[in-house]
Nanobody, 124 residues
Framework: VQLVESGGGLVKAGESLRLSCAAS????????MGWFRQAPGKEREFVAA????????YGGDSAKGRFTISRDGVKNTVHLQMNSLKPEDTAVYYC??????????????????WGQGTQVTVSS
């Protein structure tokens, strides 16, 4: 299984970024996918997840209303559109895939496979 993130970078507060995660080695159409992030000195935290049936879950107040997760079954890719970015969104963003059905999809243990991460830096 390989998950490759892209789309990170340095932006100013209020700007947008779209992260992508290309998945291979999994049956993408049946896999739930997620995004987590880890800021320096902090634990990895849940951002958003999307089930195979496109049901979406968002974590915390920071993501709701500003972030949107989506999936492309043709390209086996999951996206995270991030709008109105804030300096506190600065973190390494990780893509994750669940190898089987999980009811929760909001904790690290709900996912079996992880990408290497992509850095997002938001300046004030």
């Amino acid at each position: 299984v390989q998950l490759v993130e892209s789309g990170g970078g340095l932006v100013k507060a209020g700007e947008s970024l779209r992260l992508s995660c290309a998945a291979s080695g999994v049956t993408f159409s049946y896999s739930s996918m997620g995004w987590f992030r880890q800021a320096p000195g902090k634990e990895r935290e849940f951002v958003a997840a999307i089930r195979y049936n496109t049901d979406k879950i968002y974590g915390g107040d920071s993501a709701k209303g500003r972030f949107t997760i989506s999936r492309d079954g043709v390209k086996n890719t999951v996206h995270l559109q991030m709008n109105s970015l804030k300096p506190e969104d600065t973190a390494v963003y990780y893509c994750a895939a669940a190898g089987s059905y999980r009811q929760s999809l909001t904790t690290l243990n709900d996912f079996d496979y992880w990408g290497q991460g992509t850095q997002v830096t938001v300046s004030s």
